[in-house]
């Protein structure tokens, strides 16, 4: 297995994505960004929750066990909250969050697991499959009030942030490693090529990852966000640019 | 209309008295495996998840487009209101539902009966409520800190189940904990909903952890594409019959520890037919 990566912030901020990998395995994690007039009872903020989620489910998968992703995407947010329980208010439904997409090649198997709106591509055997997990992307509203209220509840989405049992709601899958050729792991501001320009589809955006890497990936959705008229971005959700990152996985018979 | 074909199984564990069951509506399944009630300590009868499998069904026809969820709340509480069941004291059951039209296949599950989707390229997914087995791992790990309980063979781990079951009732149907059918309509809501492209899938298989337990943890079949092979080529019941038989070679749980020789098995095979090309 090859794993090839990059991350990258919004121009001019700090980058609250944040990738972690081993010889075979790879996370990557989005941190929500704090709404200005929000106030989350946390002193770390969304950059310190995906740092500590990333060293939490690195220590996991390096320890290389059987134990379902669920299980060790659970025990990492468990890790989580104590380690800022102290200093935080963790039942403040506004707590920093964040997406996860982890990837694994473990005894002849590949496992993945997606949690909210950062999208992964397979490549088995020419058959691209996309998993996504779109409950984001179909709330009844996205005032500050509704997000609140739909985050990590039964009707709206989940989200590594202060439960738990988040990661028994996440998309989960397997296959053959003998049959996965690559895979692609994004969050959303490195999916905005197919998710937001419609200027490609799955296949051309993992195509395009591997063929050109990850930075030129990124360093195109720049592009596309800088052209991007105000017109435009009026009808489209989010902001103009957005932390990108963009993970390659070949996978070697 | 998509063409698929059904097919369901079931077969009793150690006593012989099911608590296991498989319904199968117009255009989807119900999987279900009762409990008796924790507290106290029920006998063991199947007449919760049956009632509870036969309202699944019915509503699954004659609503075949309703959110699956809330198919399952109403279900839940149609039967809690008929036999006025109070909670903690009443029979509880897992549920899985897979439902299938010609755009969209739609999968619920509730406590630890997973599907499998096997798709047409290969990959598996598995939807799998793991909320439930998470809190009796945590309850166990905590037995075993505090009063050194351990789980080592058949006759431990019924000792673990007994000690830990007061703890396991408070976290039953509470946020943070596991839900189940009970006497909560609103665990209905809980439930662990997932939507595919029909044409993405080439097969299903619903089934209890009687099943499950064999793939997982027995490696008997060794995998579930292996599973699958098996049931297509003797049948669901050859499939059943076969984990059942690997567990009458480990009568006392010391290799697979379990809490009784044989669990309760049910299951139901969709098989959608391949378009030619």
Not at chain 1, 226 to 252: I, N, Q, W, Y
Not at chain 2, 2 to 18: F, K, M, Q
Not at chain 2, 26 to 36: F, H
Not at chain 2, 59 to 83: G, M, Q, Y
Request: overall charge negative; hydrophobic content about 40%.
């Amino acid at each position: 297995v090859q794993i090839t990566y990059a991350s990258e912030a919004t121009p001019g901020q700090a980058n609250e994505d944040y990738v972690v990998a081993g010889p075979a395995w790879v996370v990557v994690l989005d941190g929500a960004t704090k709404r200005a007039e929000v106030e989350d009872g946390c002193v770390h903020g969304a950059g310190w929750l995906v740092r500590t989620l990333a060293g939490q489910l690195a220590h996991g998968l390096a320890m290389e066990l059987a134990e379902p992703l669920v299980d060790l995407l659970a025990e990492a947010i468990k890790a989580t909250c104590s380690a800022h329980a102290d200093t935080c208010d963790l039942a403040n439904p506004d707590s920093p969050s964040a997406t996860v997409v982890m990837l694994r090649d473990h005894a002849a198997t590949v496992d993945w697991l997606v949690l909210a709106d950062s999208p992964l591509v397979l490549d088995n055997d020419g058959q691209i499959r996309v998993v996504v997990d779109d409950r984001t992307a179909h709330l009844p509203s996205y005032t500050t009030e509704a997000v609140r209220a739909a985050r990590n509840s039964p009707d709206g989405f989940w989200v590594a942030s202060t439960r738990p049992e988040a990661a028994y709601e996440a998309v989960t899958g397997t296959a053959p490693t003998s049959r996965v050729r690559r895979a692609g792991l994004f969050s959303d501001g490195a999916a905005r090529l197919v998710e937001r320009y419609g200027t490609t589809d799955w296949p051309g955006l993992l195509d395009l990852l591997d063929t050109h890497g990850p930075q030129a990936l990124i360093a195109r959705t720049r592009d596309a966000e800088r052209v991007e008229t105000d017109v435009e971005r009026a009808g489209r959700r989010g902001k103009r640019h957005d932390d990108a990152t963009a993970v390659l996985v070949r996978f070697t018979s | 209309m998509t063409a698929v074909r059904v097919s369901t199984a079931e077969l009793a564990g150690s006593d012989g008295h099911s608590e296991d069951r498989v319904f199968a509506a117009i255009n989807g399944v119900v999987v279900l495996d009762g409990v008796s009630p924790l507290d106290p300590e029920g006998e063991r009868s199947g007449w919760y998840p049956d009632a509870l499998g036969r309202r699944l069904a019915e509503l699954l026809n004659t609503a075949p487009t309703r959110d699956l969820r809330e198919i399952l709340t109403e279900s839940i509480a149609d039967i809690a209101n008929k036999h006025t069941l109070q909670q903690g004291q009443a029979p509880a059951s897992t549920v899985a539902i897979a439902r299938w039209r010609d755009e969209v296949v739609e999968g619920l599950v509730l406590a630890d009966s997973p599907i499998v989707l096997f798709g047409t390229d290969g990959g598996i997914d598995i939807l799998r409520d793991g909320r439930h087995e998470a809190v009796v791992a945590e309850l166990r790990r905590d037995a075993a800190l505090r009063d050194g309980l351990r789980g080592r063979d058949g006759g431990e781990l019924q000792a673990l189940i007994r000690a830990t079951r007061p703890a396991k009732l408070a976290r039953m149907n509470r946020p943070g904990g596991y839900w189940i059918a009970e006497a909560t309509p609103d665990a209905g809501r809980h439930a662990i909903v997932r939507h595919w492209p029909t044409d993405t899938i080439s097969a299903i298989l619903a089934v209890t952890d009687g099943v499950s337990s064999g793939i997982d943890d027995y490696r008997v079949p060794p995998s579930w594409p292996a599973a699958l092979d098996l049931a297509r080529r003797q049948g669901l019941d050859g499939l059943l019959q076969t984990i059942h038989q690997a567990e009458a070679r480990d009568p006392n749980g010391r290799r697979w520890p379990r809490p009784k020789t044989h669990d309760d098995k049910a299951a139901a095979l969709i098989d959608f037919e391949q378009a030619t090309p």
